[in-house]
């Protein structure tokens, strides 16, 4: 028979394997991956993570985090990453910390604003007018001109300025990741949209503007991203 010590040895990694993807009990992702290159992890391009979320990265292996709060965006070589609220600690490898510019705590629009009539959720007051005059203030701000929808479902998106006339943009997006710039498509700086996702007979629906200054193409990821 093997000695305790010898057991316990064995069983370790197996309870860290499954550690790796634990849910903490808020639910509730703070960061997204911008990219990964390390093949004993199982996350993917556009994945969330979550506060307690523990990656191990080998030598050399490269992991890109942006964090919703703080719009900090960590590229991490090697090493054991831990996830956090607003920034990720690093053992054993080295981390580089950007600040981009991004709408700093936006949430992914709730199950419960899924519905058939659809919902606007809005920060300020109650109506956004075509006719130039006073508008609500958006769900969002974009600091990239093409945006990057991340989906939780696949749908028809529709894309309308609501700020002045306009031709609305519609395409067929996937379950996951939808980058615009990669379809060569730019809303205008300054431009306040309505981005409505139609999957089923449900409709998800959002208000965000694009700061006069966006770029168009592949900006920060975090500075364009729209969450479905």
């Known amino acids: 028979m093997k000695p305790m010590s010898n057991f316990l040895s064995a069983i370790v990694p197996i309870v860290a394997t499954v550690s790796l993807f634990a849910t903490p009990a808020s639910g509730e992702p703070s960061a997204i991956v911008e990219d990964v290159e390390a093949a004993g992890s199982n996350l993917s391009f556009m994945d969330y993570v979550e506060p307690g979320d523990v990656v191990r990265l080998a030598a050399g ?6 964090y919703f709060a703080s719009c900090m965006q960590e590229t991490i070589v090697g090493g054991t990453v831990t996830v956090g609220v607003k920034a990720s600690s690093v053992a054993g490898g080295n981390v580089r910390k950007e600040k981009v510019p ?3 705590g936006q949430v992914e629009l ?28 958006p769900d969002l701000t974009l600091y990239g001109a093409s945006p990057l929808v991340r989906s939780t479902v696949a ?31 730019a809303l205008e700086p ?32 975090l500075s364009r991203l729209i969450r479905f």
């Open 190 to 221: 300054g431009g306040v949209y309505r981005a409505r996702l139609r999957a089923g007979g449900a409709q998800r629906e959002l208000i965000f503007d694009v700061d006069a200054f966006a770029e168009p193409g592949d900006q920060p990821k």
């Open 61 to 66: 292996e490269r992991l890109i985090l942006g």
């Open 110 to 137: 709730a199950e419960g604003q899924a519905n058939n009539s659809g919902v606007v959720a809005f920060r300020g007051t109650s109506d956004v007018r075509k006719d130039g005059g006073d508008a609500a203030r």
């Open 102 to 104: 991004c709408d700093a």
């Open 155 to 185: 749908g028809v998106l529709v894309i309308d300025r609501v700020d002045r006339p306009g031709t609305p943009v519609e395409i067929a997006i996937q379950d996951g990741a939808n980058d615009m710039a990669e379809r060569d498509i």
